[in-house]
């Protein structure tokens, strides 16, 4: 647990949230900021600061009960889907630095809009070098 961290916090009961799910090694609440109804943030409860410290057989399962609450959130919401979302950085929209998924119930229409881009590649050979790069570096 870490002190200064608003999630751990939670976790502590030092800080109020709405709890939808809890066990021994995850917590799931309600966003303060939702970006729909039902937007849940699930946690691992040990304090990691982003997804890539998360040990790996605790983020399968993450990924795995984040699936069963978008499910049940989209019942208890009467949702047609949902997103996930995870920012791993704070370049990439990591506000607080305690590794946790954004759920977010979806309906046709909602007006929500993630930022959506497309970039293009210098040439063949910029994206074959990326290529070989990310899996000469990929570690499993
Ligand atoms: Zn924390």
């Given amino acids: 647990m870490s002190s200064n961290c608003a999630f751990c916090k939670v976790i502590g009961r030092e800080q109020q949230a709405d709890i939808v799910y809890e066990d021994s090694t995850y917590i799931a609440f309600l966003s303060i900021t939702p970006l729909n109804k039902g937007h849940v943030l699930l946690m691992p409860t ?3 600061p982003s997804i890539t410290a998360v040990p790996d057989h605790v983020r399968e399962k993450m990924m795995t009960l984040g699936s069963h609450l978008g499910c049940a959130l989209m019942r ?3 949702s047609d889907g949902f997103n996930f979302f995870l920012a791993n950085g704070q370049c990439a929209g990591q506000i ?4 946790h998924l954004h759920i977010v119930p979806r309906c046709p229409g909602d007006g929500l809009v993630f930022p959506s881009r497309s970039i ?4 063949d050979e910029e994206k074959e070098e990326i290529i070989r790069n990310t899996q000469s570096r990929l570690e499993i």
């Fill in 76 to 78: 208890a919401t009467d």
């Fill in 120 to 123: 293009a590649y210098e040439s």
């Fill in 46 to 48: 040990p304090h990691y």
């Fill in 96 to 99: 607080i630095l305690h590794a």
